[in-house]
């Protein structure tokens, strides 16, 4: 059974938009986005809270990255604005044991998240 269900993902112009989603299927306090690139590890970019919808972002992608407050019913988005070369990557997203402040307070230990989606390629090119 799928319990999460990434998609948006795909060839993007540099400076361009795209929108990712992040479906569950399970419950969830709160969903973290990440990203991963061959040869580093997984990043945590961005997630949010299913209780009060408060979003939080890494520093490197704040102002670029979004998650918008009209999500969908089980659906979390996030908008990339303004990509670059350096945003090419695996997309995955990842339903959280705790809210952020928990998870932050653990810097996002990938413990802590128990479903992950299968992850969606976002390329960069012109």
């Known amino acids: 059974q799928v319990q999460l269900a990434e998609s948006g993902g795909g060839l993007v112009q540099p400076v361009g938009s795209l929108r990712l989603s992040c479906v569950a299927a399970v419950d969830y306090k709160a969903i973290g986005w990440f990203r991963q690139t061959p040869g580093k590890e997984r990043e945590w970019v961005a997630g949010?809270?299913?209780?009060?919808?408060?979003?939080d972002y890494t520093v490197s992608v704040t102002g670029r990255f979004t998650i918008p407050g009209n999500n969908a019913k089980n659906t979390v988005y996030l908008d990339i604005d303004n990509l670059t070369p350096e945003d090419a990557s695996v997309y995955s997203c990842?339903?959280?044991?705790?809210?952020?402040?928990?998870?932050?307070?653990?810097?996002?230990?990938?413990?802590?998240?128990?479903?992950w989606g299968q992850g969606t390629q976002v390329t960069v090119s012109s």
């Open positions: 990842a339903t959280g044991k705790y809210d952020l402040a928990a998870l932050y307070y653990s810097d996002f230990d990938l413990t802590d998240f128990t479903a």
């Open positions: 949010m809270n299913k209780s009060d919808r408060t979003p």
